[in-house]
């Protein structure tokens, strides 16, 4: 008897059986993932901010100045979009448009102090409603989670 060479991935077999938990590993990690975000994103500094407006602080925090082309590069939005959402948080006073010295048609936006603690609170207040909740888990649970972690940044990142 011959032994087969093909592992139980590659079996024809298998294949539909594998689909079904995929997609039902895909939906269950999918929703929860949503939920999750959806919660974390409540706890924030200025409750009147939308998503997109907070978006854009943070990716600003991160990456330093942008222009608002870059920005809306980033963000996956029109330039038009990207415009009105600056606008609002230039109002606001959380950023700052600079001219850059080089081109004077070129401007920057970069956070201003108080859009800088504005990210800074926002941080605070997500990450210490997360650690209450991983607090009330068992070692085991928060080592899967770490584990979770490392493979979800990777998927975040194909």
């Known amino acids: 008897m011959i032994a087969s060479t093909e592992s139980p991935r590659t079996d024809p077999a298998a294949e539909p059986n594998r689909r079904v938990v995929t997609h039902e590993l895909s939906s269950e990690i999918r929703v929860a993932v949503n ?3 959806r919660r974390l994103r409540a706890e924030k500094a200025d409750t009147d901010l939308t998503d997109g407006q907070t978006t854009v602080l943070g990716v600003l ?42 081109d004077r048609r070129k401007v920057f936006l970069h956070l201003s102090p108080t859009g800088t603690e504005l990210v800074r609170e ?37």
């Open 35 to 37: 939920r999750l975000s």
């Open 61 to 102: 925090s991160v990456r330093g100045p942008l222009t608002l082309s870059e920005l809306a590069e980033i963000e996956r939005v029109t330039p038009p979009s990207m415009n009105r959402t600056v606008g609002a948080l230039v109002d606001a006073g959380y950023i700052e448009r600079e001219t850059s010295p080089d």
């Open 122 to 158: 926002t941080r605070r207040r997500r990450d210490e409603w997360l650690y209450q909740r991983l607090a009330d888990l068992s070692p085991a649970e928060r080592r899967t989670l770490a584990d979770a972690a490392t493979i979800l940044r990777a998927l975040s990142q194909s």
